[in-house]
């Protein structure tokens, strides 16, 4: 027999024998590095494998009849080890009478045998076997009483000794990954009250395994062992983190035997393992999130390291790493390292459980994140087939974001992927697809223009589904003619102008009965007027009816604090540019909300015109509009005729980003970093639905618009005032302390504001706080919140402000250097004694208020803040300030300001 680790080829080897024979009388067999692996990989093999080459038991080849309750290959083996009288003690025996072991744990039809199998591995532990033999028999009888029968107390004692004996362990890596495990079910039990080893002995075990890697990984093992030391140290410190009061039991827990099952069932299903459903704080989050990164480090010196079971803990781990500043480096790091064996295909099915994970815990915005990397990795795996169905769950989450243009884009998106497509079966998408953007459409109040889009559903869905007319079997089918109902009974009782259009759509498609019908069953005889609908919209966030009626449109949705509007002429054209630019806005405000932009609630309103073509060179596309209540814009576009497909995507995200820039506190640099992060995320495959959105949502005629713009004009219930639309809670106003904020940096700024202000006002401020009506007024400020070097900002702006006036001296926009520098000096300057006394007349409640709003825009610079607009909101500046930079809170240690001093 000749054994090689080398490769040979079928006809070198039948080469060889037939010489060995024929010139020596020899019977040769060539064992090469292919047929080597083979017969380890058989499971009655294994054991080889397992004692020599130190395979983790992870490894283990499945019998091919594992699904079999009783195999022949059970029955077999279980009549031999019941004949055999001698104990077991050589590893081969283990490996053999371990597999009869756990197919009675994990099969209820060989569960009888359990303890006849427990009973002879116990067997193991008599005389002196080998160590690593006895150590992995203790860990199998462990195991298998647990999952068996629910219980640890009859195995304690041998899992003391096991852990006791660990350290003595040095290259059995397997053994190690055994003990990680061990230790898990050991704090399972702990909590269920399961185990006579109590939570401190865990935790000794547990500071002594990891103790035990770190001395392992400083002897500079070879990039495998490396490797899967790492891996081992990962999942110990993701371990959880219990508080130190656990009571004996937590009733209520799951029996292991029940966890076992699901996960059995996932893989009998081919599915991951279910992922937590809320997240829970780990024994060693930052020290296992490095010790990852080292392990991905190192997979290029490790190629064969079965990394994805890593993959696999960090998934079902997601919610507890998502908000770790590595996360998402380290998430990235694990889809290439496993992609990089299963493809681009692995990658997008780790995405898509991620999202299902994340908006099972109500994070909609991670979610929607993981949904944009499955998409890209299916498109680029070329299966279109698994991308469209991202596309629509992409939609979808938009659409529960109130971000109704951004939904249709991708509606849009993926009818036109659907459409192309070379399969004629994926065509069956076309229909949904159509559907979802005419949902969104009625969501934003465009019930004209939705209805329209029913027609078109109905075309394709006659055209491609399958069993067209079921509702049963076609649930979106079902909801986009429930709404377009409700719009006609609504038209029909409160808006008889509009009741037409509706009703022409129905007629075409030979479904005005059938609304009719769907009508009378949703109202309920519930009284409507348009007042009580309305608000009833307003309060889910919705547009009010029929917004796209009459000669212009406007579009409105909040996020952040901030209600935008969007007009434009109700024509094809500059319906198709408006919407073009709100979804790239509604994007990127999906894309910023998990960072910090530091918004500013507002009111923005834009005015569209599609005449950037016709504007002279250099023109601003973007022109400001003053106003002193509203944040006004004309926003100039390009027709979507004359969008140039390479120029699009700039075009937009130029448009959309100074539009937000001008709603955000931070300065112009650090707002394009956090699009550029954005980009670096995929923002631009998020923007583009495969074709320009002109092109791809051109799904109505010119005389559709014409028709809608005959109407009179919309919406309905227009002079009826807003209730406050109301946001998602992700795309809320931020209140917590903002990223940017530094409070030691703030506290020597107000030390610095002191030392450099008090004097300016050195001989006023004790006075105003003599003077009983002003000091009544400055106590109740600090009262409401006021802090003492805010109110002395505000005298000295106002003594300052009055000083050049003392000296003749008119300050104005357009004043000489030297005017505007004698100002700024005499701002400045110390007060002296003879200055002229301001009375109490200048020092007002409403003056000291205004001065106060006045000095909150002042400090702005100083928090690393920035006003981009040349009209701001100082409540909602204060606000902000307040809310995430603790303006209202923070002070320096100084002398009280408004103690009374002998004048």
Known sequence: MYFTVAPVPV?????????????????????????????????????????????????????????????????????????????????GDLVSLKDVLRHATYHDEARGDLGDWIAKMREFLTGDGPHDVQMRARYEIAVATLRGTGELHAADPLVREFFQAITDIEDDLPLIEDASVLLQYGYGSRLRGN??????????????????????????????????????????????????????RIEGLRDPRDTLRLVLDAYDA???????????????????????????????????????????????????????????????????????????????ERAHARAITFAGA???????????????????????????????????????????????????????????????????FVPQSVAVAAINDFKAGNWCSASRLVRVTIL????????????????????????EAFALHVAHSLAPDYEPLIRATAHDMGTETLLDDMASQLVNDEHWTIETLARGLDRQGFGR?????????????????AAWTVRSRNTRR?????????????????????????????????????????????????????????SRWIVHLQPGNSVQEDRALVDIVTDASLLLLDNSLLDREKFLTLINDAFARGLGHKLSGGRPYDEAADFLRDEDYGRMAALPNGPLGEGIVRDASPEHAELALRTDLSDWYDHDETVANIERRYQRMMPIGRVTIPRLARTERTA????????????????????????????????????????????????????????????????????????????????ALLTLPSYGLHLNTPTPNAAAVLTVLRDRFNFGTDDAKHDNLLAATPG
Do not use: C
């Open 460 to 483: 394709a869905q006659n055209m491609y589904a399958e069993d067209p007319t079921n509702l049963d079997r076609h649930a979106y089918l079902a909801e986009v003619l429930q709404r």
């Open 776 to 855: 009544i007024v400055l106590h109740q400020l600090r009262d409401e919140g006021w802090r003492d070097w805010q109110l002395m900002m505000a005298i000295t702006n106002i003594i300052g402000n009055a000083r050049p006036g003392w000296e003749g001296l008119k300050v104005a926009v357009d004043s000489p250097p030297e005017v505007r520098e004698r100002a700024s000096a005499l701002l400045l300057r110390e007060e002296l004694d003879t200055d002229p006394q301001l009375g109490s007349e200048a020092f007002t409640r409403d003056k000291l208020l205004a001065a106060l709003e006045f000095t």
């Open 362 to 428: 109500g994070q909609l915005l991670r979610a929607l994140a993981e949904v944009h990397e499955a998409k890209i990795a299916w498109r680029h795996g070329e299966t279109i087939e698994d991308s469209i169905p991202m596309m629509l769950l992409a939609a979808s989450i938009y659409e529960h974001l109130g971000l109704f243009f951004a939904a249709k884009l991708h509606a849009f998106a993926a009818a036109v992927a659907a459409n192309g497509a070379q399969q004629t079966d994926i065509r069956r």
């Open 270 to 348: 081919d599915e991951t393992v279910p992922a937590q459903t809320s997240a829970f704080p780990l024994r060693d989050r930052d020290g296992g999130m490095a010790t990852l990164a080292s392990l991905l480090d190192g997979l290029s010196s490790a190629s064969l390291f079965p990394i994805e079971h890593t993959a696999e803990l960090f998934e079902m781990l997601t919610l507890s790493l998502a908000d770790h500043p590595e996360y998402a480096e380290l998430r990235d790091g694990l889809d290439e390292a496993v992609a990089r064996v299963g493809g681009d295909a692995t990658k997008a």
């Open 574 to 630: 500059d319906t198709l540019a408006a919407e073009r630019l709100i979804s790239g806005i509604q994007i990127i405000q999906a894309e910023l909300a998990l960072a910090d932009a530091v918004w500013l609630p507002a009111e923005i309103h834009i005015e569209v015109k599609t005449d950037r073509d016709d504007r002279p060179i250099g023109a601003e596309n973007l022109e400001r509009i003053p106003d002193n209540d509203l």
């Open 11 to 91: 006809g070198k080897r039948h080469e060889l024998i037939a010489q060995a024979r024929t010139d020596h009388d020899v019977e040769l067999e060539i064992f090469d590095g292919l047929a080597l692996a083979e017969h380890l990989a058989d499971p009655d093999l294994f054991w080889i494998a397992a004692e020599y080459l130190k395979l983790p038991a992870s490894l283990a080849p499945e019998r091919a009849d594992e699904d079999d309750p009783l195999p022949d290959w059970y029955v077999r083996d279980r009549d031999y080890w019941r004949a055999r009288a001698d104990a077991g003690r050589t590893m």
């Open 545 to 561: 009816p029929f917004a796209d009626a009459g000669e212009k449109r406007d579009i409105r949705w909040t996020a952040f604090g």
């Open 195 to 248: 185990t006579s080893i109590t939570m401190t002995e865990l935790d000794n075990f547990y500071e002594t395994l990891r103790a035990h890697i770190r001395t392992a990984l400083a002897t500079g093992p070879y990039p495998n062992a490396k490797a899967l030391l790492l891996a081992i140290d990962v999942r110990l410190a993701f371990f959880q983190a219990y508080p130190n009061d656990l009571p004996e």
